[in-house]
C-alpha cells in the first residue's frame, strides 16, 4: 500500500508514494513520459513467453507452485497502463507489458496490495484457503473464510487492501539472506508510509549461474499491474541482473539488495 484515502494517518505522513520530497534519495532519476506507450501492441501473451537473453533459461518450477502460476498469468493485448478510474497512467514509460488482472473502480490496489492479490489468487486458484491470510500493523489477522467463491474473495481483498499495505507485509515477509537466492514470488519490499514493493514474477539462469530476473508492480494511485522495463539496461530489459550492486533500480523507485523477502 502507498497510499489509501480511507485511511487517513497516511494523508498526514505522506501524499504519494512518488510525490514525497522526503524520500527523494529512494527515486532513481527516469524520464517521467506521457501516453508514449499508450495502445501499443503487446505480441506476448503470458508472462513466460517474454523471451529470454541468449544463453538463459528460466528456472525450473512446478506447475502448480507459485512460480509456474506467475509463468502462466496472461498478459494484455495492450501495453497501456489505466488507473482504477479509467484513466491512462501520467507515465507511461515504466511498463514492458501489462498483466490481464482486474485493478478495480477504487484507489485501493495500488503497490503491495497487487503483491497481496497475486499471492491470493494463487493460493485461490490451488484450493489452499487456510493459507490466504494477511495481517495489519496492530498484528491483526485477516483470514479468508467460507464461502469459497470469487465473490466473496474479492470482498475480502478489498478488506485486506483498505487495512494491509508495505509497512505491515513487510513484517509478515521473510528476509532473504543473499540476492543471489532470489526466486519467482519473492519481493522487493520496503514498509512504511510510504512505502513500496514489487514482486519478482520471473528468473533465469545461464550456465555460468548468472541469474537475471523480472519484476511486476502496482503503484499509486491504485493501476493496472505490470511487468516493469529495467532504466539501467536497455539491452537486458525487462530482465535485471544479478550482481554485486547494492541499488537496485526500478523506473519508479529504488530499492537495495537487503529489501528482498519471502513468503
Not at 125 to 132: Q, T
Not at 171 to 184: E, M, R
Not at 252 to 259: A, D, I, P, V
Request: one cysteine or more; charged letters at 20%; glycine letters at 4%.
Amino acid at each position: 500500500m502507498c497510499f489509501k484515502p480511507i485511511l487517513i494517518f497516511c494523508l498526514l505522513l505522506s501524499f504519494a508514494c512518488n510525490n514525497n520530497t522526503s524520500f527523494s534519495a529512494n527515486k532513481p532519476k527516469v524520464v517521467t513520459g506521457n501516453n508514449d506507450n499508450a495502445n501499443i501492441k503487446n505480441p506476448y501473451h503470458f508472462i513466460d513467453s517474454i523471451p529470454l537473453p541468449k544463453g538463459f533459461r528460466r528456472i525450473y518450477a512446478d506447475n502448480d507452485a507459485f512460480a509456474g502460476w506467475l509463468r502462466h498469468i496472461a498478459l494484455k493485448e495492450d501495453k497501456t497502463v489505466h488507473l482504477y478510474n479509467g484513466r491512462f497512467k501520467p507515465n507511461q514509460l515504466a511498463q514492458f507489458a501489462v498483466l490481464d488482472i482486474s485493478v478495480g473502480n477504487k484507489d485501493l490496489q495500488q503497490c503491495a496490495d497487487a503483491v497481496m492479490r497475486l499471492r491470493a489468487e494463487y493460493l485461490f486458484a490451488e484450493k489452499k484457503f487456510d493459507e490466504i491470510i494477511f495481517t495489519d500493523n496492530a498484528h491483526t489477522s485477516y483470514i479468508f473464510k467460507a464461502p469459497y467463491t470469487k465473490q466473496n474473495f474479492m470482498q475480502y481483498m478489498q478488506q485486506v487492501f483498505g487495512m494491509c499495505g508495505s509497512a505491515s507485509l513487510s513484517k509478515q515477509l521473510k528476509p532473504v539472506a543473499n540476492l543471489a537466492d532470489i526466486q519467482p514470488g519473492d519481493v522487493l519490499i520496503r514498509g512504511g508510509f510510504p512505502g513500496h514493493a514489487v514482486i519478482v514474477v520471473d528468473v533465469a539462469v545461464n550456465d555460468k549461474g548468472k541469474k537475471i530476473f523480472m519484476l511486476a508492480q502496482s503503484y499509486m494511485p491504485a493501476q493496472d499491474i505490470h511487468v516493469l522495463v529495467n532504466p539501467m539496461d536497455e539491452n537486458l530489459s525487462p530482465w535485471y541482473e544479478v550482481n554485486d550492486e547494492n541499488n537496485i533500480t526500478t523506473p519508479e523507485y529504488l530499492f537495495y539488495r537487503n529489501e528482498l523477502k519471502t513468503w
